[in-house]
């Protein structure tokens, strides 16, 4: 599935009428919530812990490490502004300081392409699918944050890897369908197609 985007006005009108269009996942953003983090606190939620599940290392990592099984499908491809970039490696900043690993910001950067296109959306009026916000598409009142939480590149992404890892044998899943285990998308199978380029991204920004 390939999918051409071009400006932001558009992208905001597809998120208004999303079916059929490979621009967001699903209508509404994380629509299930965070697994068991629906009911934790206010103060749990600030500052989910992790516990390293990966050794990381300052040398550029290979492609058998970020794509280790292949891509799935057809693959898209977006250019990149400064600030989309910049957001891509705040992903993987956090991936790396959380312990995931290579594969887990693979999975995050991909994952944000689908929901934003690494645009750390706000609230769009109108044009918003319900309360969905950020670069995870992620929403307050299904338990992920508040707004201002949510909007945070570092917790955005600390949100979605904390609920990752609580997906037993996610390094080894093709990357769509963990992704779909923490996203619960109406689209499963989207977050394939941004494999190829989410690996590349990852590879150039990850000793940066």
Request: glycine share 8%.
């Amino acid at each position: 599935m390939k999918t051409t985007f071009t400006t932001f006005a558009e992208t905001s009108f597809v998120r208004k009428t999303a079916l059929g269009v490979a621009g967001l996942a699903f209508i509404g953003g994380a629509v299930a919530g965070p697994v068991s983090h629906a009911f934790a606190s206010p103060a749990e939620r600030a500052a989910p812990a992790m516990t390293t599940v990966a050794q990381v290392t300052s040398e550029k990592p290979g492609m058998d490490k970020l794509v280790p099984h292949g891509t799935q499908g057809a693959q898209s491809n977006i250019s990149l502004s400064k600030e989309q970039t910049d957001n891509a490696k705040a992903i993987t900043d956090t991936a790396k300081k959380l312990g995931m690993g290579e594969r887990g910001a693979v999975i995050a950067v991909a994952t944000s392409m689908q929901e934003s296109k690494l645009e750390n959306l706000g609230h769009l009026g109108d044009m918003n699918d319900h309360d969905s916000l950020g670069l995870f598409q992620q929403r307050p009142s299904s338990g992920w944050g508040t707004p201002e939480q949510i909007t945070d590149p570092a917790y955005a992404t600390t949100a979605f890897l904390k609920n990752l890892k609580q997906v037993d044998g996610w390094q080894d899943m093709p990357l769509t369908d963990a992704a779909q285990k923490v996203q619960v998308s109406a689209f499963p199978d989207a977050y394939a197609q941004w494999e190829n380029q989410a690996a590349h991204i990852v590879q150039d920004v990850w000793t940066k």
